[in-house]
């Protein structure tokens, strides 16, 4: 989805928008992370905010994509803003509360030799605060 709407922003390909906002469509019917049979979280861990994103999935990864393509309007979005929202800590920054890296404890696979912020529930991530403040106020939920 962010890949298509880049591509047909850079090159004003309107069969690429289509694609991108067909690709939207899939998390929006789905409100980004809940079930649309019972409204319930899809998966545990796609609540918990994480930097970077990678090739894993959270709440922000995925109003992030849906910021790219200009889709944060839509009002399946409301409950993954709220989330969001509700995660924010009382310095008024948001967390990391999980993670998919290793520290640099030598060249292993999935090592990481930059550091992210690390992982602690109670203290702000620069990270995550940044994409988080940055798609809040895309939603226009910041004063």
């Known amino acids: 989805m962010r890949g298509l709407a880049a591509y047909a922003r850079a090159h004003r390909d309107a069969s690429a928008q289509a694609a991108a906002d067909r690709a939207a469509e899939v998390f929006l019917s789905r409100r980004l992370v809940f079930r649309r049979s019972i409204g319930t979280l899809i998966r545990s861990e796609w609540a918990a905010l994480h930097y970077p994103s990678y090739w894993h999935y959270d709440v922000l990864a995925g109003l992030k994509g849906l910021a790219e393509v200009g889709r944060l309007d839509d009002l399946r979005c409301q409950d993954a803003l709220d989330l969001l929202a509700s995660k924010r800590l009382p310095d008024g920054g948001w967390p990391a509360e999980a993670r998919y890296y290793r520290g640099t404890d030598g060249l292993k696979h999935h090592n990481e030799h930059v550091g992210w912020g ?3 529930k109670r203290r ?9 403040l940055a798609v809040l ?5 910041l004063a």
């Open 118 to 120: 690390g992982v602690d």
């Open 124 to 132: 702000t991530n620069e990270w995550v605060t940044a994409d988080a």
């Open 137 to 141: 106020a895309a939603a226009g939920r």
